[in-house]
């Protein structure tokens, strides 16, 4: 199934999957497991507003950049339209997922025991 904008696929990851995962591994309410996700995203969207670099340890890098104003062309006319200033999210993936992503070893593994999948 093609992903479009506006439409879920069976594989986006939802708030309610990561309250259910916490809920699940942790122990926690659903309750407490829903504050818990909505306060961790708050704080790296805080931060992230702020223009600090948000680092996620064997996972990657949301960082802010600012981009200068420039002119661009519509495609269908060739009129110049100018694209004002403005601040991009990059996130540059850790070199353990990028591993994780092309079939390498996941974190238990390289460390000699091999890991449930739901563990994971």
């Not at 993936?93 to 092309?102: A, C, F, M, T, Y």
């Amino acid at each position: 199934m093609n992903n479009t904008v506006g439409q879920v696929s069976e594989h986006t990851i939802t708030r309610a999957h990561l309250s259910e995962a916490v809920h699940q591994k942790v122990g926690l309410s659903r309750n407490e497991s829903s504050a818990f996700v909505e306060r961790v995203l708050d704080e790296i969207a805080a931060r992230l507003t702020r223009g600090e670099t948000v680092k996620l340890s064997s996972f990657g890098t949301f960082m802010v950049r600012s981009k200068g104003g420039r002119v661009g062309r519509n495609p269908k006319t060739g009129q110049e339209v100018p694209i004002e200033p403005r601040r991009v999210l990059i996130f540059r993936p850790s070199h353990v997922l990028k591993d994780r992503i092309n079939g390498g070893p996941l974190p238990d593994e390289a460390a000699g025991t091999v890991a449930e999948p739901d563990q994971v």
